[in-house]
């Protein structure tokens, strides 16, 4: 069988992504698999418009927007995309180097070389998704034409990148350049964050732990609207529920939750020392973290979580006249709450760190997590907040660590005597 001519096949794939240019998914095929994919759609393998065929046997397979490539081919491929890239993206620097006439930039060579431009580049990044040099040049073309339509065809063409390479770094920041350019003038902003936030959800199911995934759902909080904030942040709790080892989700939570005590922070209709809505929402949050950490033993996500939520009742919801010996009917809700706050820390702390006899790590790595926050929680808790916190002797923690995780012996003794003097 002959070799692949590099040319041939990038020309057919640029064929290809310009007859459809609403591909949204890319995958990387052996050659053995072309015939039982159609099979599986119940369509032929002889197809007109589905198989891409050559003399070397079959390469592409286009349906649906969806865009299948062998493997067979890729690294002769990824040769002629990337030289056909070099050579466009030196003659459009070369043209552009010292013009600084607007209309000569926008002669007809101009627009030639525009085009070729994002062609090779779209093949290239398809291939190798963090090649930067390919990324920043589209960034010069965008930048130039200032085209809407251009603008959403980016935010397509990157879906298609990151529906392969979910991690890449530098699509995800081009998505997030692309919003940054559009935010200022388009009408459906809040639409866009709901599908970029779904966006996330999918590729977050496909690659677990994708912290830039995860991160890029982050930065969407500050252009949400304050509804679609506490929608996402009552939609994202089931998902969190079933991937309690993921941080990433937890963090993403508590991006919405600092969002919405900002936002409760600068209204004029709330009271800027007390909203009674987020002071039940985060009661409600405590108490469904305290059911998962239960539940599903040693999980530092969780604990981490947890560390977060009480450095937010902390800081906007305790007191500094905080008093537990005043009787209950004098106090406040806020200082009644933060006292059975506290009340269930102890008690999740001695549960905690119980060891039954079993072989299990988890019950050591979940005794070893209980016992490092309540050596954070004495640090962060003066004794008129916290008397019962401040009885649990830290050298009662360090025995219990060295018990539970006796590899790491020497890092707990090195621990300070914290609040020891309390």
């Known amino acids: 069988m002959d070799e692949p001519d590099p040319l041939e096949l990038l020309n057919q794939l640029e064929g290809i992504l310009e007859s459809d240019p609403l591909i949204d998914e890319i995958g990387f095929i052996h050659p053995s698999q072309f015939a039982a994919l159609d099979e599986d759609i119940g369509t032929p393998s002889t197809s007109v418009g589905s198989v891409r065929k050559s003399t070397f046997g079959t390469v592409f397979w286009d349906r649906d927007h969806k865009l299948g490539i062998s493997t067979k081919v890729l690294f002769p491929l990824y040769v002629a995309a990337k030289n056909a890239f070099v050579e466009a993206y030196k003659n459009y620097k070369l043209h552009c180097r010292d013009d600084k006439n607007a209309s000569t930039c926008s002669s007809f060579s101009s627009l030639s070389l525009d085009s070729e431009l994002m062609k090779h580049s779209r093949a290239l990044l398809l291939l190798s998704s963090d090649f930067g040099t390919a990324w920043n040049s589209r960034k010069l073309v965008l930048s130039k034409k200032q085209s809407s339509s251009m603008f959403m065809n980016e935010l397509v063409f990157s879906s298609a990148v990151l529906s392969h390479s979910p991690k890449s770094e530098h699509t995800w920041s081009q998505r997030r350049w692309v919003i940054k350019m559009i935010a200022g003038n388009c009408s459906n ?234």
């Not at 904030?229 to 079933?242: D, H, I, K, P, T």
Request: charged share 30%; glycine share 2%; proline share 2%.
């Open 189 to 422: 902003l809040q639409e866009m964050m709901d599908r970029e936030s779904e966006l996330v959800k999918k590729l977050a199911e496909r690659s677990k732990m994708n912290y830039r995934a995860w991160n890029h759902r982050c930065w969407l909080v500050s252009y949400m609207s304050g509804e679609q904030v506490l929608q996402e942040f009552n939609m994202s709790r089931e998902w969190a529920g079933l991937h309690v080892a993921d941080n990433s989700c937890f963090h993403y939570r508590a991006r919405l939750m600092l969002r919405l005590f900002e936002e409760s922070r600068h209204s004029k209709d709330q009271d800027a020392s007390f909203n009674p809505e987020l002071h039940e929402l985060l009661k409600d949050e405590f108490n469904w973290v305290e059911k998962l950490i239960k539940r599903y033993v040693g999980r530092e996500a969780l604990w981490l979580h947890h560390r977060f939520l009480l450095t937010c009742w902390i800081r906007f919801f305790v007191r500094s006249d905080h008093d537990r010996s005043l009787p209950s009917d004098q106090r406040d809700i806020r200082t009644v709450d933060f006292d059975m706050i506290i009340d269930n820390e102890l008690e999740l702390f001695h549960s905690c760190t119980i060891v039954p006899d079993s072989d299990f790590e988890d019950y050591q790595a979940q005794a070893t997590f209980a016992a490092t926050y309540m050596m954070w929680l004495k640090k962060q808790l003066s004794a008129t907040l916290a008397i019962d916190i401040q009885k649990v002797e830290t050298s009662q923690l360090k025995s219990l660590l060295t018990n539970v995780c006796p590899e790491k012996s020497l890092l707990w003794n090195s621990l300070p005597e914290l609040c020891e003097s309390t």
